[in-house]
């Protein structure tokens, strides 16, 4: 019953406006940054947002370091955009420490990325 409720609680634009306000600014920052230092990079977020969601739904558990994860598996070896999440969480730590999930970082890059994207292509 809890994983059906939990999983009907999908993040909405607005979703952090009380607890952390500026995390969509802060990311699409994030990501813009990176994108003006290498365009190639959008299309390396969305990719490892449809890794991560492909397995058991989009949960983060593409970012997990170690021998026996997603991350090292065979069709995951060649995923771009680490330092990007890496950066956008080091950031949001800074803002609203322990509020934003890494799953919703993900998707908010990759929508971002997508954006530039078209903005830009």
């Known amino acids: 019953m809890a994983a059906a409720l939990a999983q009907g609680q999908g993040t909405r634009v607005g979703f952090y406006s009380y607890t952390c306000p500026e995390v969509e600014s802060i990311v699409k920052e994030?990501?813009?940054?990176?994108?003006?230092?290498?365009?190639?990079?959008?299309?390396?977020?969305?990719?490892?947002?449809?890794?991560?969601?492909?397995?058991?739904g989009c949960d983060a558990s593409i970012l997990l370091t170690g021998s026996s994860t997603e991350r090292t598996a065979g069709p995951n070896s060649l995923l771009r955009g680490y330092e990007v999440i890496?950066?956008?969480?080091t950031r949001l730590e800074a803002a609203c420490p322990g509020v934003v999930s890494?799953?919703?970082?993900?998707?908010?890059?990759?929508?971002?990325?997508?954006?530039l994207e078209c903005i830009y292509a």
């Open 30 to 56: 994030t990501v813009t940054d990176h994108f003006n230092s290498n365009p190639t990079i959008a299309p390396g977020l969305l990719r490892m947002h449809f890794h991560d969601c492909f397995v058991r």
């Open 86 to 89: 890496d950066d956008a969480k």
């Open 102 to 115: 890494c799953a919703d970082i993900l998707a908010l890059a990759a929508r971002d990325s997508v954006l």
